[in-house]
């Protein structure tokens, strides 16, 4: 995108759809207001996207990878240990921040309440993603049982940005010293 111009109304659309959804959710957001603070006629959306709930799932894909990638380590930590408990650490800086509202992935599944929504496929499929991250580094670290580690890892995740929305407070450590006990008990120095 050149500097200066205007994003394309499907962008302006989709950025405007991913901030609004995470921040008033998914069914508290109607398509006037969604519309309105994208500056895009609601026939233009429609003409964009079929319905809602395509836009819904495609703003979450769209978003996604960002989100996900925000949470990953860069490739100077090598042990497996410091690489998922990094993931812990940012969690825990973002959930002390007040814009932070939990997991967009999470918020959108729990929103909307039907497990054949397309945009909850799209949160299952991040959500899987970051399990298997954290099952390939288990893996690497040697673990009996990855797979379940990555899973015990995602539920602490999950359960750590669901506290820090219910209570509107930090995390205080807790993810991290949560996540920190899993890799002892697997084994993982």
């Known amino acids: 995108m050149a500097t200066g111009k205007t994003p394309a109304p499907r962008d302006r659309l989709l950025a405007t759809a991913a901030d609004l959804f995470y921040r008033e ?49 860069d490739d100077t930590e090598t042990r497996p240990r410091e690489r998922i408990l990094h993931v812990f650490r940012v969690l825990e800086d973002l959930a002390g921040q007040p814009e932070f509202a939990g997991c967009p992935f999470v918020n959108t599944a729990s929103d909307l309440r039907d497990h054949t929504h397309p945009a909850t496929a799209v949160a299952r499929d991040f959500k899987q993603r970051l399990t298997d991250w954290f099952a390939d580094e288990a893996r690497t670290a040697g673990v009996a049982d990855p797979d379940l580690l990555g899973r015990q890892l995602t539920v602490v995740f999950d359960g750590s940005a669901a506290r820090n929305v219910v209570y509107g407070t930090g995390l205080e450590g807790l993810s991290v010293t949560t996540a920190a006990a899993l890799l002892d008990a697997a084994g993982v120095a």
């Open 25 to 73: 959710g998914v069914t508290a957001t109607g398509v006037e207001r969604l519309c309105s603070v994208a500056g895009v006629s609601k026939r233009s959306m429609y003409q964009l996207f079929a319905t809602k709930d395509a836009l819904v799932a495609e703003a979450l894909a769209t978003s996604g990878p960002v989100t996900h990638a925000s949470f990953l380590p």
